[in-house]
């Protein structure tokens, strides 16, 4: 006699089965388009198949890891393409899928796009990928023209935690160019997680980190050291919350860190020094120290890690 679940754990399983069938029949009708159509399905199209039931586009794609996970197949086997919200800009140009040809070298970001598998014919000059963790930050350097001032560079960001589409074009370009990559993110826990996720892969999606990881990544900035290196105001500092240091000290006991003795190092500053900072506190030296400065200086004199 099978078991049935009842009382709370009754309706939690109800909703989630009935979560993976609205997006399964989804996938269905998808899969009925005539063979070679290449059609592929939008994750947001999906989520408002039944948006009452999904609830929010998370639960979309956090069935659609799940399915991937289960079937063993990456994401794009699914053929569900995702809206990027990463951006990317420098000495970059590629053409897409439909054709579309794209320069990069503009004034203003181009958005990463939503198939990385079509996008092709690449080409660039760039000396090293920049990989930024904040969209402010991103857009500050654009607006100081760092990528033509410095040498020819690509920039992306993932504003924040990267989503797939970032970290596939990520490992596309490293794949392609094999030019250095570097991160610049904030000096506190949650600016280490986004580069681990860049290097090493996110929990979620470690069944198909061989295709989203770049494990040659350096941790350029910002280092707990040049804090003080620096002399960084100390009004510009931010004491680490409980959180904080509960996800520093999860990070220190991660396998790969063990490999990383000057990345232990830098965490252990921070821990010690029970502080943090954001990527901004560079502005009180000058306003344009990041850019004229800071940056300049690490990557002519290898100030990575």
């Given at each position: 006699m099978a078991f049935t679940p009842r009382g709370p754990e009754a309706s939690f399983f109800e909703v989630l089965d009935q979560h993976r069938a609205s997006l399964l029949a989804a996938l269905r009708r998808g899969g009925e388009e005539p063979a070679g159509s290449g059609m592929r399905l939008a994750s947001r199209d999906i989520y408002y198949t039944d948006s009452q039931l999904f609830g929010n586009q998370t639960v979309v794609d956090n069935i659609i890891n799940d399915i991937s996970c289960m079937l063993k197949v990456p994401r794009r086997s699914l053929h569900i393409l995702s809206t990027s919200k990463g951006l990317i800009a420098g000495d970059l140009k590629y053409l897409e899928e439909d054709g579309t040809k794209v320069n990069c070298t503009r004034a203003t970001a181009v958005a990463v796009p939503s198939n990385i598998q079509g996008i092709q014919n690449l080409i660039t000059d760039a000396k090293f990928l920049l990989i930024v963790e904040k969209d402010a930050t991103f857009q500050r350097l654009l607006d100081d023209n760092f990528c033509n001032k410095m040498s020819p560079c690509i920039m992306v960001t993932g504003k924040g935690v990267p989503d797939l589409n970032t970290r596939l074009l990520v490992k596309k370009l490293w794949d392609t160019f094999h030019i250095p990559v570097f991160t610049l993110v904030d000096a506190d826990p949650h600016g280490i997680e986004i580069m681990c996720i860049y290097k090493y892969g996110s929990m979620a999606m470690s069944f198909e980190a061989h295709n989203l990881t770049v494990p040659a990544i350096r941790w350029l900035g910002l280092l707990p050291s040049d804090i003080k290196r620096l002399n960084i105001?100390?009004?510009?500092?931010?004491?680490?919350?409980?959180?904080?240091?509960?996800?520093?000290?999860?990070?220190?006991?991660?396998?790969?860190?063990?490999?990383?003795?000057?990345?232990?190092?830098?965490?252990?500053?921070?821990?010690?020094?029970?502080?943090?900072?954001?990527?901004?506190?560079?502005?009180?030296?000058?306003?344009?120290?990041?850019?004229?400065?800071?940056?300049?200086?690490?990557?002519?004199?290898?100030?990575?890690?």
């Open positions: 105001p100390k009004c510009t500092l931010i004491p680490l919350t409980k959180r904080d240091q509960m996800k520093l000290d999860s990070i220190l006991k991660r396998p790969y860190i063990t490999c990383q003795p000057f990345w232990r190092k830098e965490m252990e500053i921070m821990a010690d020094s029970k502080m943090k900072a954001e990527i901004q506190a560079l502005t009180f030296l000058s306003s344009d120290y990041l850019s004229r400065v800071y940056l300049p200086n690490k990557l002519k004199f290898g100030g990575w890690i």
